[in-house]
């Protein structure tokens, strides 16, 4: 194979309404057929797309913005968050009345029995509220936190907590990462995994926890949908994600 082609999942393989659009998976098919490998990177959980892994016939993907990484159906990168920082982080945000829900490659599990802001932002990706476990971070590695916060209410845990990075993905939410993890270094990863040269590498995205990776890699596809900022430092910005935005930009990039 000689070029590898990482497709973020949510408003760029996944429309707005997070359903696949027939464009789309035509041409993950034809991407196959023509000998490009095909990856995923994506800010969510394992578990989180697993029938969409199926449907496409991807084994190998880019996790938790990176922190969980997965080479044909086997763990490659394992990137997990410092235990004793999420302690810490979670009994203050707990104190201010910041729920947060833990995440492993398995499951996720809530702080609180219930919260409006945690059903909103995963009722957005079609997840239920998950189940209330306020020691599932215990004696168990955690490869991303979501806080549940408004904007105004980032900064501090920012300035508090430099072992972690915030990417916010939601009004209400934002993911706990290790400092300096993204997508970025997974993709760097497993692009050593498989011996690509650089100017091999490509990678469509639509949002802010994109930005390392379309600055990484030699081929920067921003989705029609796309966040400003990744717009302007992409390579090359398509069309919507709803207007076939994946099908267009590999045909312009003569990849099918």
Known sequence: MSKI?????????????????ASAKKAIETLKEN???????????????????KELDIDSFVSFNGQYVVFEGEPIYQNPLNSEKIKEIYQEASD????????????????????NYIETSLGGLKFAHPEHDDRFYVDRD???????????????????????????????????????GSKAEGIKKMVD????????????????????????VANGVAMGNA???LKELA??????????????????????
């Open 142 to 180: 955690l490869y991303q936190t979501l806080l549940f916060c408004e904007e105004a209410q980032e900064e501090y845990y920012r300035e508090t907590y430099p072992e972690f990075t915030f990417i916010r993905w939601h009004p209400y939410s934002v993911d706990i990462l290790p400092a300096g």
């Open 235 to 256: 390579n090359m910005v398509t069309r919507d994600v709803d207007d076939d935005g994946i099908w267009h930009a590999l045909k312009e990039l003569k990849l099918i």
């Open 35 to 53: 000998g490009v490998f095909v990856a995923i990177a994506t800010g969510r959980a394992p578990f989180m797309f697993e029938s969409l892994r």
């Open 227 to 229: 966040v400003p900022e």
């Open 96 to 115: 201010k009345g910041h729920p947060v829900v833990f995440m492993n490659h398995k499951t996720m599990k809530s702080s609180v029995k219930h919260h």
């Open 193 to 216: 995994r498989l011996g690509f040269k650089p100017e091999d590498v490509y990678a469509f995205g639509d949002g802010l926890n994109d930005l390392e990776m379309l600055k990484t």
């Open 5 to 21: 082609v990482f497709f973020d999942i949510d408003g760029t393989l996944l429309d707005h309404d997070k359903n696949l659009p």
